[in-house]
């Protein structure tokens, strides 16, 4: 009773982390620019690795210690990556498709401005000469 029950777990979980799995590869196919596709398989794949996961734990129930520690980091880490994409695909200067609105581009126009009336620093023999600094 208690082995068909881990496996109908396990059947349910593999079916539902493939249907995840399967909307983050749609995800990444059909969506117009990287933020969006980003989202998909930041979102929905880590959802369906995590499913499959558990899958494989209710199947062989030796290694539940190691499968939590790995359920917890990709949790953490999976939107912490996705995010770190995305802010070095919009610092590199990717266009985002059909924004209704961008805060981060008055940040950085705020911040260029910020920089742009700060004089900058006298510029000494040595540093001309190229010489090193002590």
């Not at 030796?62 to 359920?71: D, F, H, R, T």
């Not at 919009?90 to 705020?110: S, T």
């Amino acid at each position: 009773m208690l082995e068909s029950l881990s496996y109908l777990i396990a059947v349910l979980a593999v079916l539902v982390g493939t249907f995840f799995s399967v909307v983050g590869i749609i995800g990444l196919v059909r969506l117009p620019d990287v933020y969006a596709r980003m989202h998909a398989t930041g979102k929905v794949s880590t959802f369906g690795v995590v499913l499959l996961t558990v899958a494989a734990v209710f199947v062989t129930p030796l290694a539940w210690s190691k499968a939590l520690v790995l359920i917890a980091l990709l949790i953490l880490a999976g939107p912490v990556v996705s995010h770190a994409i995305s802010s070095a695909a919009y610092r590199l200067g990717l266009p985002v498709k059909q924004a209704l609105r961008d805060d981060l581009a008055r940040h950085r126009l705020d911040k260029s401005a910020d920089v742009a009336s700060q004089p900058s620093p006298p510029l000494t023999a040595s540093r001309a000469e190229g010489a090193p600094r002590s």
